[in-house]
């Protein structure tokens, strides 16, 4: 009858609203909460087949579904760690569990998360107070990250940072601002080289230098030669044998170049690259470039009438350093920085995103997992494709507003009053019919 239908009207009332309660109740209890998605309740009717017989109608009710919208993203809480790592626009940070890997699993579960305060344990592994640790894609020991899969977390790898690590840069490059002296050239001159002493470091942080000797050719009778033989010599090297390279090097007499490289010949070692300016030697500390200048160039090599000078000299490279802090850049690099200066890349953070963010499963700790309806996960590089950036000393906060959780506890506390009403209402009713007999 219409009576009893009203009453189960007024009871699935009463747990829509208990549902939406207990959705309230999480938002406001997680207001604080980094990372917190808020939940929210939508109510649907639910109606009965209807035969449209006069007179009669019976209630079909309510009933609640509940929604975790994760596609919200909350505002950014700046804080004084390096390692308080968010994501600035659509992205998860990728994640696994803590217990699964201290129990030595191998086949780790893959969870995600918008934002969390990552530390090193005791072994270095990177992760929250919570459980969750934080993968990555490690680096190569040039800094570079190869080529990952991006539809699965067979690549990635818990990150793991040794805070007693030591790391060498060794020298790649030189660049060598040399000014000659022309009349150094003439027939008539001494004849003298001049000695050029440049230090770089070796691959395993050793100093050693670079010797570098300009001999100026003198043969030409008729006055300045304008030509010169380099010498390079490797300090690391057998004194006996550590000629790694000999250049002939002949500079411009015209007006419009005069002083500038025309041309350079290789005697012996590595190649000189006009395009570059630069001549590739081979030395005990590794493979280096040492830049001359290009034919015609302003920088590099000169010869002019004035006195001899080093006019620029730089190079690449630091001796052995210890670790001082690891930061996290925007495109997702975890790089490590040393108190030499030296910056080494270690691990590349990717960004996961799925086609339905809000289909996601939530666990705890503010993760989330792959479901059916959230899609497949792709990881894109951070700022690619339709993902944000990565925010290093940040935090994401909660995205419950309270004072619209209170007016909706308001408005779930009078609905569930007058569901009740309803029930009571109907008890009276039928107590009346109950009293007819009497």
Same mark, same amino acid.
């Given at each position: 009858?219409?009576?009893?239908?009203?009453?189960?009207?007024?009871?699935?009332?009463?747990?829509?609203?208990?549902?939406?309660?207990? &959705?309230? =109740?999480?938002?406001?209890?997680?207001?604080?909460?980094?990372?917190?998605?808020?939940?929210?309740?939508?109510?649907?009717?639910?109606?009965?087949?209807?035969?449209?017989? $006069?007179?009669?109608?019976?209630?079909?009710?309510?009933?609640?579904?509940?929604?975790?919208?994760?596609?919200?993203?909350?505002?950014?809480?700046?804080?004084?760690?390096?390692?308080?790592?968010? /994501? =600035?626009?659509?992205?998860?940070?990728?994640?696994?569990?803590?217990?699964?890997?201290?129990?030595?699993?191998?086949?780790?579960?893959?969870?995600?998360?918008? @934002?969390?305060?990552?530390?090193?344990?005791?072994?270095?592994?990177?992760?929250?107070?919570?459980?969750?640790?934080?993968?990555?894609?490690?680096? #190569?020991?040039?800094?570079? /990250?190869?080529?990952?899969?991006?539809?699965?977390?067979?690549?990635?790898?818990?990150?793991?940072?040794?805070?007693? #690590?030591?790391?060498?840069?060794?020298?790649?490059?030189?660049?060598?601002?040399?000014?000659?002296?022309?009349?150094?050239?003439?027939?008539?001159?001494?004849?003298?080289?001049?000695?050029?002493?440049? *230090?770089?470091?070796?691959?395993?942080?050793?100093?050693? =230098?670079?010797?570098?000797?300009?001999?100026?050719?003198?043969?030409? $009778?008729?006055?300045?030669?304008?030509?010169?033989?380099?010498?390079?010599?490797?300090?690391?090297?057998?004194?006996?044998?550590?000629?790694?390279?000999?250049?002939?090097?002949?500079?411009?007499?015209?007006?419009?170049?005069?002083?500038?490289?025309?041309?350079?010949?290789?005697?012996?070692?590595?190649?000189?690259?006009?395009?570059?300016?630069?001549?590739?030697?081979? /030395?005990?500390?590794?493979?280096?470039?040492?830049?001359?200048?290009?034919?015609?160039?302003?920088?590099?090599?000169?010869?002019?009438?004035?006195?001899?000078?080093?006019?620029?000299?730089?190079?690449?490279?630091?001796?052995?350093?210890?670790? @001082?802090?690891?930061?996290? *850049?925007?495109?997702?690099?975890?790089?490590?920085?040393?108190?030499?200066?030296? /910056?080494? &890349?270690?691990?590349?953070?990717?960004?996961?995103?799925?086609?339905?963010?809000?289909?996601?499963?939530?666990?705890?700790?503010?993760?989330?997992?792959?479901?059916?309806? =959230?899609?497949?996960?792709?990881?894109?590089?951070?700022?690619?494709?339709?993902?944000?950036?990565? #925010?290093?000393?940040?935090?994401?906060?909660? &995205?419950?507003?309270?004072?619209?959780?209170? @007016?909706?506890?308001? #408005?779930?506390?009078?609905?569930?009053?007058?569901?009740?009403?309803?029930?009571?209402?109907?008890?009276?009713?039928?107590?009346?019919?109950?009293?007819?007999?009497?």
């Amino acid at each position: 009858m219409s009576m009893s239908s009203a009453m189960s009207a007024g009871v699935s009332g009463l747990a829509a609203n208990s549902t939406r309660l207990a &959705t309230i =109740s999480d938002n406001i209890a997680n207001s604080g909460t980094y990372g917190y998605k808020r939940m929210e309740t939508d109510f649907n009717s639910f109606v009965l087949n209807q035969h449209r017989i $006069a007179g009669l109608y019976s209630a079909g009710g309510v009933t609640a579904t509940t929604q975790r919208l994760i596609e919200d993203d909350g505002a950014l809480s700046t804080t004084t760690h390096p390692l308080d790592i968010a /994501v =600035s626009g659509r992205g998860m940070l990728p994640v696994t569990s803590a217990v699964d890997l201290d129990n030595g699993y191998t086949d780790l579960p893959f969870m995600m998360t918008r @934002t969390g305060s990552f530390r090193p344990d005791a072994e270095g592994y990177l992760k929250t107070e919570s459980g969750l640790v934080l993968m990555g894609w490690p680096a #190569q020991a040039d800094g570079t /990250v190869p080529t990952m899969s991006r539809d699965s977390m067979g690549g990635l790898e818990p990150i793991r940072i040794n805070p007693y #690590q030591t790391a060498a840069d060794p020298t790649t490059e030189i660049s060598l601002g040399v000014r000659l002296r022309a009349t150094e050239t003439l027939p008539d001159a001494l004849g003298d080289p001049y000695d050029v002493k440049v *230090d770089y470091y070796g691959n395993l942080g050793t100093s050693e =230098s670079l010797n570098i000797s300009f001999i100026p050719d003198t043969s030409d $009778a008729t006055g300045m030669s304008c030509t010169w033989v380099m010498e390079v010599r490797d300090s690391a090297s057998d004194p006996a044998s550590n000629l790694v390279g000999s250049y002939r090097i002949t500079f411009d007499e015209s007006q419009a170049n005069g002083g500038r490289i025309a041309s350079v010949t290789t005697l012996s070692g590595g190649a000189y690259d006009p395009v570059t300016g630069a001549i590739g030697l081979t /030395v005990a500390g590794g493979p280096m470039d040492l830049v001359i200048g290009t034919p015609g160039g302003t920088t590099g090599l000169s010869q002019v009438s004035t006195s001899y000078s080093a006019t620029n000299i730089a190079k690449n490279g630091s001796p052995v350093g210890n670790l @001082t802090t690891v930061e996290v *850049d925007a495109d997702g690099f975890l790089q490590a920085t040393y108190d030499t200066g030296f /910056v080494k &890349t270690l691990y590349q953070i990717p960004l996961v995103d799925v086609p339905n963010p809000n289909g996601l499963t939530s666990v705890d700790s503010q993760a989330f997992t792959i479901s059916s309806t =959230s899609g497949n996960f792709f990881l894109w590089d951070a700022g690619d494709g339709p993902t944000g950036s990565v #925010q290093g000393y940040a935090l994401e906060e909660s &995205t419950t507003d309270v004072a619209e959780e209170l @007016t909706h506890l308001i #408005q779930t506390q009078r609905a569930y009053s007058s569901n009740a009403k309803i029930i009571q209402t109907v008890d009276e009713m039928l107590q009346e019919t109950t009293n007819i007999k009497r």
